[in-house]
């Protein structure tokens, strides 16, 4: 019983700390994102708020306080303080559902995100929460679910723009979300072909399928599709149909204020983080140091993490991940802050006529490459289920 | 444990699904068979079948009810009168409702009934799966090999009767004039 309720106290104090890991990451791209917009239009960005205490402190304060690192607090501290209005036409019960429906799924989604590795004895094992053998499916799940935040906080609001913007952002998810499913599948063929275990779907098993070589590099077009869909899954700029300012006012959340909007901004900000995780894992090698090109004496390239110890190669390794997701979620706003809007017919032409039949070319193109490729090389070394 | 998250998840599956059919707000229908499918994922997960859990919310909740839920808010069903059923349909749908309630009950309880079998092994992963003998396992890359050597005629014909059904989706919302073409449409402007 003593060891049950150690294992349950470990197993809360790890998911804490990777929600409070998840949600600081997400609290600091929005400061990122003021001052990556500053820096492409020329200006400074935030850099007046301070703390007392820390800011008196002589170099460092100052420093500190011009990189804006305060804003954040001011910014949560101001969503929490402000007059949370309630107007009087919308539907109340989903009004208040929606902010938690849009946030909740994008953050389920971490609990099967592989984020290091770790030496167990002789075996590479996973920092993860829970290492399921339906991952990435499990991601696309609740990805999906996030749709019903933004359709029903547009419908709740009950008026003329928001209701636009939830219109919009449900037919806009569907058709992205079956490019982004198709887009997958090259790597899943990979991951379970040729040259690993049987792991099945895990995220674990895909990153491991690419020490020779990063998927992003040899498919770089489901990497492109699966990069565009995630854009478009995200509802960030250049398919931000839900919220199109110049347009719809707000967007579905015009009608939102205070604590309730920043559940819905802080949610959108968690949901891109994690879409960069996924993408870092699927086609960038995941915590890979650097692609090894399958060579044996090679091996040190791809996975330095395991000739360290482990107080020094699973932090590292953790450190490295995230350093590659952080130069998505840039990418995120370097999009963002250079590209202009698609209009709505563009964006559902781009999905349905170019993305989903291109996605479809590369499973049946890639499935034959792979498919030779384990004729050639591999064949003696695949796998068999059936004896 | 299990029996009570059992009873937990049966009862909202089952309590949500009867909400969808007496609610009258539409929205709310569509909400409560949301929470119904999930019911059942949760079901699947008790069954240790993640695969098709994942599947069903996946699919159902996530890319159905999405459709749903978009039809219903374009079309705001909310302001659609309801129709009262006269009593012909009310007596018909009474007697089946029963018949098929008792129908049930006999299969299940009477003299009849199968008897329950042992539940099968669950292993994490096939070992020496045939074509005639697959394993019951949690590995969704069994599903695969079931699906591509034992179910292989169904799984074919599933797809083949879905491929009709969308055809005639779309021959039937196009509107064809007698000479076989479309209908001259109203000049929109080009995109």
């Not at chain 1, 609290?27 to 703390?51: C, D, F, H, M």
């Not at chain 1, 939102?256 to 909007?261: A, C, L």
Request: hydrophobic content about 55%.
């Amino acid at each position: 019983m003593d060891s049950l309720l150690l294992d349950i106290v470990i197993k809360v104090i790890f998911a804490l700390l990777f929600v409070a890991v998840i949600m600081s990451l997400a609290a600091y791209s929005v400061l990122g994102e003021r001052k990556v917009a500053s820096w492409i239009q020329g200006r400074v960005g935030p850099n007046r708020t301070a703390l007392p205490g820390i800011s008196a402190i002589p170099v460092l304060g100052p420093q500190l306080v011009k990189l804006g690192i305060w804003q954040p607090l001011a910014d949560g501290v101001k969503f929490l303080f402000k007059e949370d209005p309630l107007p009087g036409h919308v539907n109340k019960l989903y009004y208040c559902l929606a902010p938690c429906i849009a946030l909740v799924p994008a953050l389920t989604t971490m609990v099967v995100l592989p984020v290091g590795q770790y030496m167990d004895g002789d075996v590479v094992k996973p920092i993860i929460l829970a290492n399921v053998d339906i991952g990435i499916l499990f991601i696309l799940a609740f990805g999906s679910l996030g749709v019903y935040g933004i359709v029903i906080g547009g419908w709740a609001a009950n008026s003329k723009y928001p209701y636009f913007g939830g219109i919009r952002s449900s037919a806009q998810m569907i058709s992205y979300e079956l490019a982004m499913g198709m887009s997958i599948l090259p790597v899943l063929i990979w991951a379970n072909g040729p040259n690993s275990g049987l792991a099945g779907l895990s995220l674990f098993n895909i990153v491991e399928s690419q020490q020779g070589m990063w998927l992003g590099v040899w498919m770089p077009i489901p990497a492109f599709i699966f990069l565009v869909s995630l854009y478009a899954e995200t509802n960030r700029l250049p398919f931000d149909m839900p919220e199109s300012e110049t347009e719809l006012v707000g967007g579905f959340h015009t009608e939102y204020g205070s604590f309730k909007f920043g559940l819905f901004f802080v949610g959108e900000y968690a949901h891109m983080v994690i879409g960069s995780a996924v993408f870092t894992i699927l086609f960038l090698g995941g915590w890979n140091f650097l692609p090894d090109f399958g060579i044996e004496s090679l091996h040190w390239l791809s996975d330095p993490w395991a000739l360290m110890p482990n107080w020094l190669g699973g932090p590292l390794s953790v450190i490295y991940f995230i350093g590659k997701t952080l130069f998505f979620v840039f990418l995120f706003m370097w999009v963002r802050w250079t590209l202009p809007r698609f209009r709505y017919d563009q964006v559902m032409t781009l999905g349905w006529k170019y993305l989903v039949p291109g996605a479809l070319i590369c499973v049946v193109a890639y499935a034959i490459i792979i498919g030779l490729w384990d004729i050639a090389f591999a064949i003696d070394q695949t796998p068999a289920i059936v004896e | 444990m299990a029996d009570f998250l059992f009873f937990l998840f049966s009862a909202l599956t089952v309590l949500s699904a009867f909400l969808v059919t007496v609610s009258r707000n539409a929205v709310n229908g569509a909400m409560f068979m949301i929470l119904s499918f999930v019911g059942m994922a949760c079901l699947f997960l008790l069954l240790e079948a993640y695969f098709l859990a994942a599947l069903q919310v996946l699919v159902y909740a996530g890319a159905v009810m999405v459709l749903f839920l978009f039809i219903v808010m374009l079309l705001d069903a909310d302001k659609a009168r309801s129709v009262r059923p006269d009593r012909l349909t009310i007596v018909a749908a009474t007697v089946g409702g029963l018949m098929l309630i008792s129908g049930l009950a006999y299969v299940t309880f009477g003299p009849s009934a199968a008897p329950s079998t042992e539940l099968p092994a669950i292993t994490e992963m096939p070992q020496n799966a045939t074509a005639e003998n697959i394993p019951f396992t949690t590995a969704s890359r069994s599903f695969g090999y079931g699906l591509f050597t034992k179910y292989m005629l169904p799984f074919q014909v599933t797809g083949f009767l879905l491929l009709i059904a969308m055809i005639g989706v779309i021959v039937l919302s196009k509107k064809i004039d007698a000479s076989g073409d479309e209908p001259a449409k109203q000049k929109v402007a080009k995109s």
